[in-house]
């Protein structure tokens, strides 16, 4: 949206939106999720991802090794920070209420480091 680099700001998380308003912090805490936050942001997490996947990604949760990853190869001051902080922040509300939702942030865990070891080949490729 006006933006050379980023992720995109469409359909990002509100409680990723807030933090980085806020400066990336809670007045010095880390930010922690509420239960209604949390649902929230599961649900926009998956959307979100969802509309920066590759075609070839989006028929086919588990066929890696594309070339193609171009789409996430955006540096900003955000960039690839957001989807570990999302991810940091899941597993804290996990660990603080009996594992609920454990066994779906272990799949999308999963799922970010996969693509960030693509994405790394994929650039390091495209540099030879």
């Known amino acids: 949206e006006g933006r050379k680099y980023g992720l995109p700001k469409k359909g990002r998380p509100t409680f990723l939106n807030a933090w980085i ?5 809670r007045n010095g805490k880390r930010a922690m999720l509420g239960s209604d936050d949390a649902v929230k942001m599961f649900r926009e997490w998956g959307v ?3 509309s920066m996947a590759p075609a070839w990604r989006k028929q086919a949760r588990v066929d890696w090794g594309a070339t193609e990853w171009k789409q996430l190869q955006q540096p900003g001051q ?3 920070l957001s ?3 999302i991810l940091s922040w899941w597993r804290s509300y996990c660990a ?3 594992e609920v ?3 779906t942030w272990k799949e999308e865990e999963k799922e ?3 693509m960030m070891m693509d994405l790394l080949r994929y650039i390091r490729k495209e540099k030879i």
């Open 48 to 50: 979100w991802c969802d």
């Open 101 to 103: 939702g454990l066994a």
């Open 78 to 80: 955000n960039g690839l």
């Open 83 to 85: 989807l570990v902080a």
């Open 21 to 25: 308003h806020n400066g990336r912090t």
């Open 96 to 98: 603080g209420n009996g």
């Open 112 to 114: 970010v480091k996969l």
